[in-house]
């Protein structure tokens, strides 16, 4: 049955009052995300230096670290989720469940335990609705991530890492965020946090330089470690953030679009329904004016 004039301007009203909340939303989005984004790359020089300090520290000395040292047998791992605390942010959130679901599916096949850490209230609410047990939860800070928060996840995470597996601590660190490579490409990035995998590069001639550590290269690395850990988790933060608005703003773009099609589609169906009408009265009135001639 067609719809009636009055329906479709009721319905022409309620897609006009929708497509202003999608423009005001793609609005903040979009102030938000720039901050984001100058905040990620601000903090990615000062990761780089952690980084590669740790390298260093590592690839220069032989001594047996837990930063370093690849367990002989994993029993145990833990895998933190990062995602978003609110949804219409097209599939961000779901792209980044189904990629740590991916993962814990490939530890568990190798007979691994998997801890299993969340990080936004999206993936939250997924594990939550399905039953399955996480061993801790943070959310309210998707969009503005600060070191306090980072600090909170990696003391955590660091007290499971460095306790006896016996003692329900686990063997390694996973994290699942969402790397920003631009406004329009956001891709899911899995690092494993600890051990570090340190990868020698060989110089010209094969020669390395030589480093002195004071007091030991033992007390460099424990200095450096909770930095490492915590800094590592803040830039994946950071960098979530920029994705998550970013994302949020493409799809509120997307939908304002779309509401903006569907109301010049309501239009011209209202016109039409209009002109019906005034059509179907202009024959009745002739119609009644030729049966009282008659």
Same mark, same amino acid.
């Given at each position: 049955?067609?719809?009636?004039?009055?329906?479709?301007?009721?319905?022409?009203?309620?897609?006009?009052?929708?497509?202003?909340?999608?423009?005001?939303?793609?609005?903040?989005?979009?102030?938000?995300?720039?901050?984001?984004?100058?905040?990620?790359?601000?903090?990615?020089?000062? #990761?780089?230096?952690?980084?590669?300090a740790i390298s260093d520290v590592a690839t220069h000395t032989d001594m047996q670290h837990p930063l370093t040292t690849e367990?002989?047998?994993?029993?145990?791992?833990?895998?933190?989720?990062?995602?978003?605390?609110?949804?219409?942010?097209?599939?961000? %959130?779901? #792209?980044?469940?189904?990629?740590?679901?991916?993962?814990?599916?490939?530890?568990?096949?190798?007979?691994?335990?998997?801890?299993?850490?969340?990080?936004?209230?999206?993936?939250?609410?997924?594990?939550?609705?399905?039953?399955?047990?996480?061993?801790?939860?943070?959310?309210?800070?998707?969009?503005?991530?600060?070191?306090?928060?980072?600090?909170?996840?990696?003391?955590?995470?660091m007290k499971e890492f460095l306790a006896p597996t016996e003692q329900g601590g686990v063997d390694e660190l996973h994290v699942v965020?969402?790397?920003?490579?631009?406004?329009?490409?956001?891709?899911?990035?899995?690092?494993?946090?600890?051990?570090?995998?340190?990868?020698?590069?060989?110089?010209?001639?094969?020669?390395?330089?030589?480093?002195?550590?004071?007091?030991?290269?033992?007390?460099?690395?424990?200095?450096?470690?909770?930095?490492?850990?915590?800094?590592?988790?803040?830039?994946?933060?950071?960098?979530?953030?920029?994705?998550?608005?970013?994302?949020?703003?493409?799809?509120?773009?997307?939908?304002?679009? #779309?509401?903006?099609?569907?109301?010049?589609?309501?239009?011209?169906?209202? %016109?039409?329904?209009?002109?019906?009408?005034?059509?179907?009265?202009? %024959?009745?009135?002739?119609?009644?004016?030729?049966?009282?001639?008659?």
């Open positions: 049955m067609p719809a009636t004039l009055r329906e479709l301007r009721e319905r022409r009203k309620s897609v006009s009052a929708t497509m202003k909340i999608t423009k005001a939303m793609e609005l903040i989005a979009a102030s938000r995300v720039m901050r984001a984004q100058t905040r990620a790359k601000q903090a990615e020089p000062y #990761n780089d230096a952690v980084v590669r367990p002989e047998v994993c029993l145990r791992s833990a895998v933190l989720i990062v995602s978003a605390d609110r949804g219409l942010a097209a599939a961000y %959130n779901t #792209n980044i469940i189904r990629t740590g679901e991916g993962l814990i599916t490939r530890l568990s096949e190798t007979g691994k335990e998997v801890d299993i850490y969340t990080c936004g209230r999206k993936v939250g609410d997924y594990f939550a609705f399905r039953g399955r047990p996480v061993a801790a939860s943070w959310s309210g800070f998707s969009e503005r991530p600060t070191y306090a928060d980072a600090k909170a996840i990696g003391m955590r995470l965020f969402t790397h920003f490579r631009s406004m329009v490409s956001q891709q899911p990035q899995i690092i494993r946090l600890l051990p570090l995998e340190v990868v020698e590069d060989e110089e010209e001639g094969g020669a390395h330089d030589v480093f002195a550590y004071e007091p030991s290269a033992a007390a460099v690395l424990d200095s450096l470690l909770y930095p490492y850990v915590i800094n590592r988790i803040h830039f994946a933060l950071m960098e979530s953030a920029a994705s998550e608005l970013a994302a949020r703003q493409q799809a509120m773009h997307s939908a304002t679009d #779309n509401a903006k099609q569907l109301i010049d589609s309501l239009t011209r169906d209202a %016109n039409q329904a209009r002109q019906a009408e005034i059509t179907q009265e202009i %024959n009745e009135i002739v119609g009644g004016a030729g049966a009282l001639a008659g």
